[in-house]
């Protein structure tokens, strides 16, 4: 099918209409259930890419009956503003939800959910399969998983499959992540676990491969040759909001670098897979994962930056210190920003410097992958200051404006050579319109239809916590005693800046 203005030819093919299945949602009554989950079928509905025969069974502790989980859900969808939703459709999807309370450690509940299942599967024909989606504390996820072992809940047999979600964090560090795998994949085989990282849901993260291998101009400039350094920016300007005691525990490093920043940077590292099929692709991610230089502890203090916001003032408003915020320790030591540089010890990258920084509090909201090709030689413009000749830079934006854009040197028009840096700029919404995704559409999707190629192996999830585990290891032993060491609303400690000023180089300003 061909559609799309005069801008813009699309060629898109048929999308595959899901396979029949229910959806059980552990942690139903939470917040990710609210603001992605139930948006994003509603999305998949609209789009026609959800099977008929579909329904949701939502579980936890909250007491209701399925009539009070349809009424929370509907005045939900009001309140997240998504503009009108169509009430036909809304109605379909609506009279597809189911509700059971319970406690996920108590055996009956499984009896209770298997009784339900079985109901609501004869009902609405899904056909034995079941997708159930842990969006639960994750202290709970083995023992949830062990449950469904011995309800016999996760068997697949007579053709129908079980597929299991699991949000993030997945583990604390690799220890407990080699234990969290070894444990599911007692009850699970690999090809059952789902791993999410919603990150590769963003439709921008996903160009990152259709731009590269789709257009033939960039790969041959995409190594060492050319490329000076990569800068990858994930920057909010939030704070930590009500998520204080799970952050509190866990920290920049853990929250963003080795899952949504380890995405960034493999996508924008791997080798050309040798197919889009699942395996193929992560194969080439978990390479580079496992090529990352070693940090030895003495590096540790050269090469990495953590800070920890105080009170100041982001956009208009005066915000407290992360100290002050609801379920912080008033002493914590945990990290709110880190900044590092790292090395990937293969032919293409070597001596290629990666910098990467996330942080809280930061002056706006901005994920953005930015390449820095080397300097053109100079010797033509002997005449022109050199600090007036930048070289060529190109920014993959993956939100909120997403885009690209390059930017190169031309001439200000006149009678003097004087050089001037432009911008060329692609904006999705300029081409493509916009089109409401919470993030989590193609991610439930794939699942449904068994495509794992966006979710992570467990081969991936483990390389990416060795990468860090010797930066949180001497972190923990050296806790930084000078936090609070940057306001809320700059860009994060002075150090973050040193690391890059020590090499030549300096950070981008980015904007939103
Ligand atoms: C989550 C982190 O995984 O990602 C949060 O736990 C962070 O701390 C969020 O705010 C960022 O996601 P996004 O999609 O807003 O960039």
Redesign the pocket.
């Known amino acids: 099918m061909v559609f799309g203005d005069e801008k813009s030819k699309v060629i898109e093919p048929l999308g595959r209409i899901s396979n029949p299945c229910i959806m059980v949602i552990f942690g139903a009554s939470g917040d990710l259930a609210k603001r992605k989950l139930i948006p994003a079928l509603y999305n998949l509905a609209r789009e026609r890419l959800l099977s008929r025969e579909f329904a949701v069974v939502g579980f936890a502790r909250r007491k209701m009956s399925h009539e009070e989980f349809r009424e929370k859900i509907s005045q939900d969808m009001k309140e997240l503003g998504m503009g009108e939703l169509d009430p036909d459709l809304w109605n379909w999807l609506v009279q597809r939800l189911y509700y059971l309370p319970g406690d996920v450690q108590d055996p009956n509940a499984y009896q209770q959910l298997q009784n339900l299942l079985t109901d609501v599967d004869k009902k609405h024909g899904t056909q034995g399969n079941y997708l159930y989606y842990l969006a639960t504390d994750p202290e709970f996820f083995s023992r949830i998983i062990r449950q469904f072992g011995s309800a016999g809940l996760v068997r697949e047999e007579n053709g129908h499959w079980r597929r299991v979600i699991i949000e993030?964090?997945f583990g604390r560090d690799l220890d407990s992540a080699r234990a969290l795998n070894q444990e599911i994949r007692e009850v699970l085989n690999e090809s059952q676990i789902y791993r999410i990282d919603?990150?590769l849901g963003?439709e921008t993260v996903q160009n990152i491969l259709v731009f590269r291998f789709a257009n033939g101009i960039f790969e041959p400039i995409w190594n060492r040759r050319y490329i000076d350094h990569v800068q990858i920016t994930?920057a909010?300007s939030?704070g930590?909001g009500q998520?204080g005691g799970?952050?509190d525990n866990?920290g920049a490093l853990r929250?963003?670098v080795p899952?949504?920043i380890f995405q960034l940077l493999t996508l924008t590292a791997m080798e050309p897979p040798i197919s889009f099929e699942a395996n193929a692709v992560r194969d080439e991610q978990v390479k580079i994962l496992r090529a990352i230089q070693y940090i030895s502890p003495e590096e540790v203090l050269r090469y990495t930056v953590r800070g920890q916001y105080g009170e100041g003032i982001v956009g208009e408003q005066r915000t407290p210190a992360y100290r002050s915020e609801q379920n912080v320790s008033p002493n914590s030591y945990t990290e709110t920003f880190v900044a590092l540089k790292l090395y990937i010890d293969n032919w293409r990258w070597a001596n290629v410097p990666f910098y990467l920084r996330t942080g809280?509090r930061l002056p706006c909201?901005v994920?953005e992958i930015a390449i820095q090709f080397k300097s053109a030689p100079f010797v033509l413009f002997r005449k022109t200051a050199v600090e007036h000749l930048k070289p060529n830079l190109l920014v993959l934006y993956i939100?909120p404006n997403e885009g690209i854009s390059l930017n190169f040197g031309a001439k200000i028009p006149g009678p003097i050579v004087r050089m001037g840096a432009v911008d060329m700029e692609f904006r999705y919404a300029d081409y493509f319109g916009s089109t409401p995704s919470t993030?989590h559409e193609r991610l439930l999707y794939d699942c449904m239809l068994g495509d794992a190629t966006l979710f992570q192996r467990a081969d991936m999830v483990e390389a990416g916590w060795s990468v860090v585990s010797t930066i949180q290891d001497v972190w923990k032993a050296l806790p930084y005693r000078k936090f609070p060491n940057y306001a809320a609303g700059t860009w994060g400690p002075q150090e973050a800046d040193d690391l890059m000023a020590r090499d030549g180089r300096e950070w981008r300003k980015c904007t939103s």
């Open positions: 993030k964090p919603h990150y963003k994930v909010e939030i930590v998520r799970y952050y866990a929250d963003m899952n949504h809280k909201r994920t939100q993030g």
